[in-house]
């Protein structure tokens, strides 16, 4: 079972920029896709980003194209968020996700192992 921990969230200003981590252990790593979803206060949950388990193909919410970018480190055991021009409506719960054999799927049940979260909040 792949254990999945996310850091790097924090509070930033509009207009700036933050990485998001998230570690993996237990599974083998490279064999999973990994994806990025978010949820803000009275929200659903919605899918950011995601990079496949073979080939590193990633894919982008249209909300976040362009500003975000979301790539892996299989020798580490990690994927990255790097968010870039934050924006007040980027704020929300962070999560990373786990699908086997993955192709970088948007939907959230297609996942298998889920994060904690971690909270990003953009001040305008």
């Known amino acids: 079972q792949v254990q999945l921990v996310e850091s790097g969230g924090g509070l930033v200003q509009a207009g700036g920029s933050l990485r998001l981590s998230c570690a993996a252990s237990?599974?083998?790593?490279?064999?999973?896709?990994m994806g990025w979803f978010r949820q803000a206060p009275g929200k659903e949950r919605e899918f950011g980003a995601a990079i496949s388990w073979i080939g590193g193909r990633t894919y982008y919410a249209d909300s976040v194209k362009g500003r975000f970018t979301i790539s892996r480190d299989n020798a580490k055991n990690t994927v990255y968020l790097q968010m870039n021009s934050l924006k007040p409506e980027d704020t929300a719960v962070y999560y990373c996700?786990?699908?086997?054999?993955?192709?970088?799927?948007?939907?959230?049940?297609?996942?298998?192992?889920w994060g904690q979260g971690t909270q990003v909040t953009v001040s305008s």
């Open positions: 237990r599974g083998n790593f490279s064999t999973y896709a």
């Open positions: 996700a786990a699908d086997l054999y993955g192709l970088g799927s948007s939907v959230s049940a297609e996942y298998d192992y």
